[in-house]
């Protein structure tokens, strides 16, 4: 048996969308309005994604801009039927969240952008189920990430629009390269890609490929 052909949980790369301003006020006893709690009325900008935990169960990470330009991210469990498990907790400001993972040991790996500064390197965290901080943030230098899944051997490993790209073992803050096997798995699919796309897809589905690997096969770097 192939030993990717557990990981059959993806990750979503997380989207930025501009968000409506709703007022959402209560009003007290007194006549006094009172802002609600969670994301305020003037957040205008939105990134989130989730993923599938093997265990079963969804974890949630978004980033919001308020009024005064500063990004709050924030992560989020929910159980397999829906519920929530936890409620919204911080990690934390000037994030871009742009992607998360979760691996077998039910550790969830946070990827996101820092925002202090133009052309910084992406950075992660690792986080337990009810979002207790493993880590602390730790950069990921020189290597673009927008999403990462996990392997039957713990391990998470990163891509960028579809091209692996790195890998990280169980609460692991430095990367490595990727297995030689499964490197060589997607080289395999680039080289076939150009000839025959059908050929190309079949190599990859046996690693459980991730969205769009087909397609982003062709603009991998060898």
Not at 60 to 89: C, I, M, N, P
Request: proline share 5%; glycine share 10%; net charge neutral.
């Amino acid at each position: 048996m192939l030993r990717a052909s557990a990981a059959a949980t993806d990750f979503t790369r997380c989207e930025t969308r501009t968000l409506p301003t709703v007022p959402r006020v209560t009003t007290t006893g007194r006549g006094k309005k009172q802002e609600k709690e969670g994301t305020p009325s003037s957040a205008s900008v939105l990134s989130h994604g989730f993923a599938d935990g093997p265990a079963g169960g969804t974890a949630v990470v978004r980033s919001y801009k308020d009024a005064a330009d500063l990004w709050h991210t924030l992560y989020r469990r929910f159980g397999k039927t829906g519920e929530a498990e936890t409620g919204e907790v911080s990690l934390g400001m000037d994030h871009l969240a742009v992607g998360v993972a979760v691996n077998l040991a039910g550790h969830v790996l946070v990827l996101t952008q820092d925002m202090k500064a133009s052309g910084s390197n992406p950075e992660g965290k690792w986080l337990s189920r009810d979002g207790t901080v493993l880590t602390e943030w730790f950069e990921i230098p020189s290597m673009p990430i927008d999403g990462a899944r996990f392997l039957v051997d713990g391990s998470m490993v990163t891509s960028h629009w579809g091209c692996l790209n790195g890998q990280f073992a169980d609460l692991q803050t430095t990367v490595s390269p990727l297995p030689e096997w499964l490197a060589e798995r997607f080289a395999a699919a680039r080289v076939t890609e150009a000839g025959d796309p059908t050929r190309s897809a079949g190599l990859l589905s046996k690693s459980s490929p991730l969205p769009g690997s087909r397609v982003a096969a062709s603009r991998c770097q060898a």
